[in-house]
T-cell receptor, first 108, second 120 residues
Framework: RKEVEQDPGPFNVPEGATVAFNCTYS??????FFWYRQDCRKEPKLLMS???SGNEDGRFTAQLNRASQYISLLIRDSKLSDSATYLC?????????FGQGTELSVKP | GAVVSQHPSRVICKSGTSVKIECRSL??????MFWYRQFPKQSLMLMAT?????????EQGVEKDKFLINHASLTLSTLTVTSAHPEDSSFYIC????????????????FGEGSRLTVL
């Protein structure tokens, strides 16, 4: 079993749609959680951290369920510029473990 | 924000040659840098943790004699792929965390632009 698993997609959605990505992790001792965004052939960049209470940043909402070892990212009112690969990332003892990413394509 | 520079961004070499990739933190000191490798459509795989002034810590399955890491200063880490073969062709990305161990759990890593290695 992979340490961090994501649905690879691709998710093809129209502009304005709401889309949700899921992620599960296998190590219950994982300490902190993040969503990164990676554009094609570029380096990943931090999108947001994920907290147990859930957190929101504009159109983006992240949720964490430690009991189920499950993380989610919700994007509302999606824009063309949201097209990218979204990486679920788990901090295990100071090392960041990446999921394979979920590809999102937002169409006009 | 913190900036990490990686060089070269693209390299093509013949099988059997060695390739060195540099990773520099431009505006902060990085006691720890990380080297990742990413194959197409796959996740970033941590290869090794580079510690300033000491030996790198390699992940399971990564050959330390093939992927030589040197972290001689607080702003520079290098990865040398020795005797490269076509299966080593990949996207290599370095990253650094601002500060030392006290910031180990803040999570944000600053990534270099990546180096795309093609071995013919």
């Amino acid at each position: 079993r992979k340490e961090v698993e994501q649905d690879p997609g691709p998710f093809n959605v129209p502009e304005g749609a709401t889309v949700a990505f899921n992620c599960t992790y296998s190590n219950s001792a994982s300490q902190s959680f993040f969503w990164y965004r990676q554009d094609c052939r570029k380096e990943p960049k931090l999108l947001m951290s994920v907290y147990s209470s859930g957190n929101e940043d504009g159109r983006f909402t992240a949720q964490l369920n430690r009991a189920s070892q499950y993380i989610s990212l919700l994007i509302r009112d999606s824009k063309l510029s949201d097209s990218a690969t979204y990486l679920c990332v788990v901090n295990q003892g100071g090392k960041l473990i990446f999921g394979q990413g979920t590809e999102l394509s937002v169409k006009p | 924000g913190a900036v990490v520079s990686q060089h070269p961004s693209r390299v093509i070499c013949k099988s059997g040659t060695s390739v060195k990739i540099e990773c520099r933190s431009l505006d902060f000191q990085a006691t720890t840098m990380f080297w990742y490798r990413q194959f197409p459509k796959q996740s970033l795989m941590l290869m090794a943790t580079s510690n300033e002034g000491s030996k790198a810590t390699y992940e399971q399955g990564v050959e330390k004699d093939k992927f030589l890491i040197n972290h001689a200063s607080l702003t520079l880490s290098t990865l040398t792929v020795t005797s490269a073969h076509p299966e080593d062709s990949s996207f290599y990305i370095c990253s650094a965390r601002e500060g030392g161990r006290m910031s180990a759990n803040t999570g944000e890593l600053f990534f270099g632009e990546g180096s795309r290695l093609t071995v013919l």
